[in-house]
């Protein structure tokens, strides 16, 4: 599945280590933990999904199935919510992210962006589905979109902050 | 033909390993939901998670914390003594009150002496801090400081002074999870302080929201009536403000009035809390039939 995908954005791109990926990993949970309340908590873009995408097309020896059904577990005691809940959408995440991986690495960052968004999407909208499910009360329009659509905004910034050297054959930006 | 091409799987065959790796942990997922939701028998996973996500949950205090703390050392004189002077006031008006409250509670006791029967009981608390809420909009629930290192327990009801607020449901070594009555899982004997009515209000998992559906449609109810625990279930001691009625609908084709209430007690108003103390005369009460039953796993009460 790797090699036959033209790697235009990967190629020459030094690996962050082990750690730095796990710190960023780290932060996001803390982002989750920064006190939201009211509307905040309704528009608050789920940065651990985008990390999991992230590290999953660029990094993927180091994101496996394991890792997201963990992170899915941390994120669910970290908002008081039913545990397994998260689990089962970032694994579902990580499972869309491999399977779309070599479509998303062959294109520039802004086509990139809207795949992300359809990966974010989809798993909010499976969260909703699930919650929905289990008899919790329907949340407003905006929850279905909003939190996403901000999410896929910060895709562009993330190679900057997450990157440890400039990538030497980062595409030219679409016009 | 070679063979090689009529058996192309043959030479690579092996299980996709993405699919059976997620499939095995998606369905790993639908057990935990499952067994967490309905059976609550994770509570010692949630513990244990929760101590592994302990450290970041304090490093996310940090920002907060430094601003408050900057907020205290900026504070001028002038606004500590309004403050002072307004809360002086305040007690002074309040002080005829509980002289009174005292005078009535001895009276009420050598009543209840009287006509024997029994103490009322005594209801005691502890102030504690809300460290704020859950992160999570389909969750009616907020975290407070102090634990299982600090004697509480699950079941105590939660007030601000404003009134009723929730209930314990989890409590983890050094904080506690307090579900909040407009959550869904929640119901509260009531009654209509201008009436009597006694009624059952239920949370609707909307934010400070709570619906009564059992009042019949020729009770006299209006908006504005305020709802104070009826303390029929023992959880709740008697006459704590619950909610005001926001709305009261009569449908002619049904039986009961549609009403909503708003719930008095707000979570961003007032960094700090009452615990009380949950009534042990309740868990002595014969369980209906065999069911064991712990204030943990149930938050919703018996229906009176």
Redesign the interface.
């Known amino acids: 599945m790797d090699s036959m995908a033209p790697l235009p954005a990967a190629t020459l791109r030094v690996s962050p280590s082990r750690g730095w990926i796990h710190a960023s990993l ?1 932060l996001s ?10 509307w905040g ?2 528009i ?1 873009p789920d940065i651990t999904a985008l990390l999991l995408i992230y590290w999953g097309i660029f990094e993927p020896a180091e994101m ?3 890792k ?2 963990l992170l ?3 994120s669910d ?9 998260h ?2 959408t970032y ?2 995440l ?2 869309l992210v ?2 779309y991986r070599p479509r998303i690495l062959s294109f520039y960052r802004l086509n990139q962006m809207l795949h992300v968004l359809m990966l974010l999407l989809l798993t909010q909208w499976l969260e909703g589905l ?2 929905g499910v ?4 329907w ?1 407003n329009w905006s ?1 279905w979109v909003i939190q996403p659509l901000l999410g896929a905004l910060g895709w562009p910034f993330l190679p900057r902050l997450l990157e440890r050297a400039p990538r030497p054959a980062a595409p030219p930006q679409s016009p | 033909m070679s063979p090689l091409k009529s058996h192309p799987s043959d030479l690579f065959s092996r299980p996709s390993p ?2 059976l ?2 499939g ?3 369905l ?6 499952l ?3 309905h059976y609550h028998r ?1 509570e010692r ?2 513990q244990i ?2 101590i ?2 302990l450290p ?2 304090e ?3 940090v ?2 914390w430094t601003g408050r703390e900057l907020g205290r050392h900026l504070t001028t004189l002038e606004r500590l003594q309004a403050e002072n002077d307004a809360l002086r006031h305040q007690l002074l008006g309040q002080a005829a009150l509980v002289q009174q409250a005292t005078l009535l509670t001895r009276d009420l006791t050598r009543l209840h002496t009287l006509m024997q029967l029994g103490n009322s009981p005594r209801f005691t608390g502890q102030v504690h801090r809300l460290i ?8 009616q ?1 907020v ?1 407070l400081e102090g634990g299982e290192n600090q004697g509480l327990q699950a079941g105590s009801p939660v007030l601000t002074d404003q009134g009723l607020m929730g209930q314990i449901t989890r409590v983890y070594p050094d904080e506690s ?1 307090v579900t909040l009555i407009s959550n ?1 899982d929640l119901t509260i004997p009531v009654e209509i302080e201008r009436t009597g009515l006694r009624t059952l209000a239920m949370g ?4 400070g929201e709570l619906s009564l559906p059992y009042v019949p449609s020729q009770t006299d109810v209006r908006v504005g009536d305020i709802l104070l625990t009826s303390g029929i279930d023992g959880l709740y001691p008697r006459g704590l403000t619950v909610a005001t009625l926001t709305s009261v609908t009569r449908h002619p084709s049904s039986a009961f009035v549609e009403i909503t209430a708003r719930v008095n007690a707000g979570t ?1 108003t007032y960094p700090d809390v009452l615990v009380m103390a949950p009534n042990t005369a309740f868990q002595n009460l014969p369980t209906l039939d065999n069911q064991r039953h712990s204030p943990v796993h149930e938050p919703t009460h018996k229906k009176p």
């Not at chain 1, 005691?77 to 809940?85: C, K, Y």
Request: charged residues 10%; contains cysteine; glycine residues 10%.
């Open positions: 780290g949970l803390i982002f989750l933990f920064l006190p939201w309340q009211g908590l309704w608050r496996g199935a394991g997201a059904f899915g577990m941390l005691v970290a908002q008081s919510h039913v545990l397994g809940i689990a089962l694994s579902a990580f499972v491999q399977y699930v919650n289990l008899g919790y009360a949340p929850w | 993405l699919w790796r997620s095995i942990y998606g790993l997922a639908l057990t935990c939901i067994l967490d939701h994770l996973v949630h998670l929760r592994w996500t970041l949950q490093l996310a205090r920002p907060l704020g809420s859950a992160r999570n909009p389909f969750v629930k975290l999870e869904r609707t998992g909307h934010q961003d």
